[in-house]
């Protein structure tokens, strides 16, 4: 299994609890989605994060529903959430989200740790298309931050 890595850090000029807060609602999620992704929160909100959460959504890729369904696994309020996707396009989905607290400001790091199914099927799929779109997810959420909160990459 090949399993590849993304990793974006975002400095933020809002306090550590403000920040870790917006991001810990998966009600936002729908603001740091893309439109073409059509992305819709199945699980009723409001969602309370902890270790075990499931939290199920669904989005359309390239026309493509896809049901998707992710499990909280790790859970440090004010520094760490892991979400992992228990269901869904992905043979492996690991996203570790870390806060740090830098003065008044926090820094926000993003890292992803992913497979695709079907062997060099799914590898050829990543380097025509699945690696560009999960690079321009993350630049569509960056971008959304910095209008959102103020944040520089």
């Known amino acids: 299994m090949k399993v590849y890595t993304l990793l974006q850090t975002q400095r933020i000029p809002r306090p550590i ?4 807060d917006f991001f810990s609602d998966a009600s936002n999620l729908d603001l740091l ?5 059509h992305f819709e929160i199945r699980t009723p909100t409001p969602i309370e994060m902890r270790i075990g959460t499931q939290i199920a959504y669904t989005i359309r890729w390239y026309g493509v529903p896809i049901s998707w369904l992710t499990e909280i696994i790790d859970w440090q309020p004010g520094r ?3 979400d992992t996707q ?5 043979r492996l989905w690991h996203h570790t989200h870390r806060f740090e607290a830098d003065g008044g400001e926090t820094v926000m790091e993003d890292m992803v740790r992913y497979a695709l199914p079907l062997g060099l099927i799914g590898r ?3 380097a ?3 690696q560009r779109d ?4 993350f630049e569509f959420r960056a971008e959304k931050i910095r ?7």
């Open 147 to 153: 209008g959102l909160m103020g944040s520089q990459s």
């Open 17 to 20: 609890g403000e920040v870790f």
């Open 124 to 126: 050829i799929a990543h």
């Open 134 to 137: 999960i690079r321009t997810i």
């Open 33 to 37: 989605t893309p439109a073409w992704l």
């Open 128 to 130: 025509m298309v699945v």
């Open 86 to 90: 228990v269901r869904g396009p992905y």
């Open 80 to 82: 760490q959430f892991v």
